[in-house]
C-alpha cells in the first residue's frame, strides 16, 4: 500500500524548513530583543482545560484522543447502541490536542503563577491542531507564533507590541499596514445608538463599504435590524476619513455621551502618539474602526497587520484581555498578546521572493571522494573548515565524478573542494566555484579564507 500522510497535514522538505526558520528565527530574535522568553506546553492538554474555551464550534474542532488500554471497559451496551456521540467521547477521552496557544498558556500561568515573575512576557512557538475541513491555506495541523505580556495594565505594552509588528516585517522587507482599534470604542458606539447585540452585524457591515458602497451598507444595516434613527447616528463613523487624529476627533464627538467608549478613545490616542512620536515606526499605523478581532475574548485595543504587495488575509494580529486566567479560577490578570501567521508569512516572503539566500544554510563547500588515500588527505582539513563555522560535506563514496558534481548542482552548493596526487604532493587543495567554473590551487588557510568572506 502506498503512504500517505492525514488530511490538512503537510510535510516540509530541506528548503521548505530552511524558509520555515528564517521566518522563527527572525521573529524569534525581534521577541528576544524586547525581553521575551520562550516557553513551551505539551501538544496534549486534557479535556477539561480545553472544552468551554472556544465556544460550541470550537469543542466540535477538538482533535480528541482515545484513552490508553481497554477504554470501553466503562460504557455499557445501551450507551453503545444510542451512539451519542458526545457523550462517548467524554467517558473515553481525557486528552485532546491543543486547538491554540492561549488556552495552554492561560493554564501554564496559573499552574506555574509562583514561579512567575510580573510582568510575564512569554513567546511560544508550536504546532496546533484543529478537525477543519482542509482547504487551500487551511490547515488541521499548522504553527502559531505568539507572544504575551501578563500581569500589566500599562499601555507600553502595546506599543512594544506594536514596534516588534515593525521590526518583524522591516526585517522580512515586507510592506505592511498595521491596523488598530479599541473594543471600548465598539462597545461605545453600540451603547450610543443603542444596539449593544449588534455590533458584530454593524461592524462586519461597515467593513464591506469600499466593496457595495454606502447605500447597500445601510440597507444591510436594515436588514440586520437597526433602526433608520440608529443607521442616522452610525453616518459619521461609517464614513470616517482623514488622518488617525482626525478620526478619534470625530468618532469622540458622536462618543461624548459614552463612558466606556470615551476610554478606548484615550487608549488609542495614547497609543498612536507614542507609535508616531517616540518611536520610528517604519510601517504606517491606521485606525479602523471595522476591526473587530474576537469581540467576545477582547476587551481593549485589538490589532491586525495586512501586507500591501500582495493579497493575502491578515498576517498577524492579537489585543489586550483582562481575564486570561479567569477561565481556570485566577481572576484579575490582564495581558495582551499577538500571534505571527507563520504559513501566511511563508506565503508572501515566497511571493514577494524576499528569502535571502543565505537563508538556505546548504552546504557552502563539497569535497569530491577520489579514493581512501585522498580522503585520508582531505579529512583533517575538512575538520579545520568545520572548525571555523564554515559547512562542509565530503561525498561518502568515490563515486564517478560526474555523479559527485551533479549532487553539487542538486544541493545548490556553490563550492567544490578536489584533493588529487598534484594537490596532495603541494600541500594544498583546488576550490571550485560552481557558479563562475573559476578554480585556484589554495593552501588550507587561504582555503578557509576564502570560504569565510
Known amino acids: ?14 528548503v521548505e524548513m530552511a524558509k520555515r526558520n ?3 528565527n527572525t521573529i524569534r530574535s525581534v521577541y528576544e530583543l524586547y525581553g521575551f522568553q520562550q516557553i513551551e506546553t505539551p501538544a496534549q492538554e486534557t479535556l477539561a482545560t480545553l472544552m468551554g474555551k472556544y465556544g460550541e464550534e470550537g469543542d466540535k474542532l477538538l482533535f480528541k484522543i482515545l484513552n490508553s488500554g481497554d477504554y470501553l471497559n466503562k460504557i455499557d451496551d445501551q450507551e453503545l447502541t444510542e451512539r451519542n456521540t458526545l457523550r462517548l467521547a467524554s467517558k473515553i477521552c481525557e486528552k485532546g490536542l491543543r486547538y491554540d496557544l492561549t488556552v495552554p498558556f492561560a493554564r501554564y500561568v496559573v499552574m506555574h503563577r509562583e514561579e512567575l515573575q510580573l510582568p510575564f512576557k512569554r513567546y511560544q512557538v508550536q504546532p496546533v491542531w484543529r478537525a477543519d475541513r482542509p482547504q487551500k491555506g487551511r490547515y488541521r495541523e499548522f504553527y502559531q507564533f505568539d507572544g504575551d505580556v501578563v500581569g500589566s495594565d500599562s499601555l507600553l505594552n502595546e506599543v512594544e507590541l506594536m514596534q516588534i509588528v515593525d521590526t518583524v516585517f522591516t526585517r522580512f522587507g515586507v510592506r505592511v499596514q498595521i ?8 462597545t ?4 450610543v445608538i443603542g444596539a449593544a447585540d449588534k455590533i458584530v452585524d454593524i461592524t462586519v457591515a461597515i467593513d464591506k463599504l469600499d466593496k457595495i458602497g454606502i447605500d447597500n451598507v445601510n440597507q444591510e444595516l436594515r436588514e440586520d435590524g437597526l433602526s433608520e434613527e440608529q443607521i442616522q447616528k452610525l453616518q459619521p ?6 488622518t488617525n487624529d482626525e478620526k478619534l476627533n470625530t468618532i469622540a464627538e458622536v462618543l461624548k455621551d459614552s463612558e466606556i467608549g470615551l476610554k478606548g478613545i484615550e487608549e488609542t490616542r495614547y497609543i498612536l502618539s507614542m507609535l508616531n512620536g517616540q518611536c520610528s515606526m517604519v510601517n504606517e499605523i491606521q485606525l479602523d474602526l471595522t476591526l473587530a478581532r ?10 491586525e497587520v495586512k501586507a500591501l504587495d500582495t493579497p493575502m488575509g491578515s498576517i498577524s494580529g492579537g489585543g489586550r484581555y483582562d481575564n486570561l486566567t479567569g477561565i481556570f479560577g485566577m481572576p484579575g490578570l490582564s495581558g495582551v ?36 588515500k585522498e580522503t ?12 571555523r563555522g564554515i559547512r562542509a560535506e565530503i561525498y561518502p563514496d568515490s563515486a564517478k565524478m560526474k555523479k559527485q558534481m551533479s549532487y553539487a548542482n542538486a544541493k545548490q552548493i556553490p563550492f567544490v573542494a578536489l584533493a588529487g596526487e598534484n594537490e596532495m604532493q603541494a600541500g594544498q587543495i583546488t576550490l571550485k566555484n560552481m557558479e563562475t567554473g573559476e578554480q585556484q590551487m589554495l593552501s588550507p588557510e587561504d582555503l578557509i579564507a576564502k570560504l569565510s568572506l
Open 1 to 14: 500500500m502506498k503512504p500517505s500522510i492525514p488530511k490538512g497535514t503537510r510535510d516540509f522538505g530541506p
Open 22 to 24: 528564517y521566518i522563527f
Open 179 to 186: 491596523k488598530i482599534n479599541n473594543r471600548k470604542i465598539l
Open 188 to 191: 461605545g458606539i453600540a451603547e
Open 237 to 242: 463613523i461609517i464614513m470616517l476619513e482623514g
Open 294 to 303: 474576537g469581540l467576545s475574548y477582547y476587551t481593549g485595543a485589538i490589532f
Open 337 to 372: 498578546g499577538i500571534s505571527f501567521g507563520v504559513d501566511r508569512i511563508y506565503d508572501v516572503l515566497n511571493a514577494l521572493d524576499l528569502y535571502p539566500k543565505d537563508s538556505l544554510q546548504t552546504t557552502q563547500v563539497l569535497f569530491i571522494n577520489f579514493g581512501e
Open 376 to 387: 585520508a588527505y582531505c579529512l583533517p582539513i575538512i575538520n579545520k573548515v568545520r572548525a
